[in-house]
């Protein structure tokens, strides 16, 4: 490796004996394990040449790290689509360009059947497991989690959208989990489905993309694998096969978004979907095995949050929270849209802490609509 070296920012999660480094959008699937010490490497080799890198080591311990040891680093990260050569720059801008035409199907075969007659049994199934009614409305606020885990949230979802008009449009808002350029970002290409493509709404996204001081456009391959917006619209465009999308992300809360998106929603009306889940407890995310006492905290949080939201009162439900121990992932959205949820009284038609055996994890699930 000749010349300054440029890294990408990893998606970094600690493991068993060290670290797992991956590239945070899965273009390159190839993971990397590192130990403290070649993170420790990792850090000094943004900007500088190998010998650059050879000589700040002897600085911080006086070792001579053979230059063969740090190439094989560098194919490693490069490998791993985590150091700019210009082979990995090809392949993003040429996963880029894909994505600024369309967004494919990434969980087809896994979350939901690929086939239309096998998507049009499963949502009925879908539907049948959510044993009552429900009226229609005009937020409505679904999971994004594994919809096998939470049958009966769906169900509740399905029954909201079997009752609601079909809108010309769906504001659909999930949550980012993939780094973004931006506060928020919308990508206005067809995403395809088992019913067929969900066609963006280009005239509303320009609307709303001039109302703003960013550009929203900002991170297509964030896009590439977000199940936040996938697993949603599968269900959204099986119940509105004619209605146009606004697929939007949000990393951090953007009170510029909100704001804008109630302009807009005045010119171009329509059903406004926040595809948010709520804790996240256990090992997985940091915690001590599930128990007893930390479920019920949990519970405690998800269904008090979603009590206020029902309330018409989204500020109470993020004063609920407080910090937010147990890591409820609808906080940015529901702070970037809370005075379009303010005054607007609901129901809670679902609500489960399911748990992650294998992991003795548990994620919250919930289904509410205003």
Request: charged share 25%; glycine share 8%; no cysteine.
């Amino acid at each position: 490796m000749e010349g300054r070296l440029r890294l990408r920012e990893p998606q970094i999660t600690r493991v068993e004996g060290g670290f797992l480094l991956q590239d945070p959008y899965g273009v390159f699937p190839k993971p990397l394990v590192l130990t403290e010490g070649g993170l420790f490497l990792l850090s000094l080799l943004e900007g500088r040449t190998l010998e650059e890198v050879q000589e700040e080591v002897f600085k911080a311990h006086g070792v001579l790290l053979p230059r063969k040891e740090l190439e094989e680093l560098a194919k490693a990260l490069e490998e791993a689509g985590l150091l700019l050569s210009e082979r990995v720059e090809a392949r993003l801008r040429e996963e880029e360009a894909r994505l600024k035409r369309e967004r494919p199907m990434r969980l087809a075969g896994l979350s939901y059947p690929e086939g239309e007659k096998e998507a049009r049994a499963f949502l009925e199934a879908f539907r049948g497991s959510f044993p009552g009614e429900a009226k229609g409305g005009e937020v409505l606020l679904m999971p994004h989690l594994e919809p096998s885990r939470v049958p009966e949230a769906y169900g509740a979802t399905l029954a909201v959208l079997e009752k609601t008009p079909e809108p010309e449009r769906v504001y659909l808002v999930g949550v980012a989990h993939r780094p973004l350029k931006e506060r928020a970002a919308a990508l206005p290409v067809p995403f395809h489905t088992p019913f067929g493509p969900a066609e963006p709404d280009l005239p509303a996204l320009q609307a709303l993309d001039a109302l703003l001081p960013f550009e929203l456009f900002n991170t297509p391959l964030a896009f590439r694998e977000e199940h936040s917006l996938e697993l949603p619209l599968f269900f959204l465009k099986g119940a509105f096969p004619r209605a146009r999308v606004l697929p939007l992300l949000v990393g951090q809360r953007s009170p510029e978004l909100g704001q804008a998106l109630g302009m807009v929603l005045r010119d171009y009306p329509g059903l406004l979907v926040l595809a948010v889940d709520l804790s996240h407890v256990g090992p997985r995310f940091g915690d001590p095995p599930l128990a007893r006492p930390l479920a019920e905290e949990a519970r405690r949080r998800d269904q008090g949050f979603l009590e206020r939201l029902a309330q018409g009162r989204p500020q109470a439900a993020l004063a609920h929270l407080g910090a937010n121990p147990t890591r409820v992932d609808a906080v940015e959205v529901v702070a970037t849209l809370a005075p379009l949820l303010e005054g607007r009284e609901g129901v809670v038609l679902s609500y489960r802490l399911d748990l992650e055996a294998p992991t003795l994890s548990a994620v919250g699930a919930g289904t509410l609509v205003l």
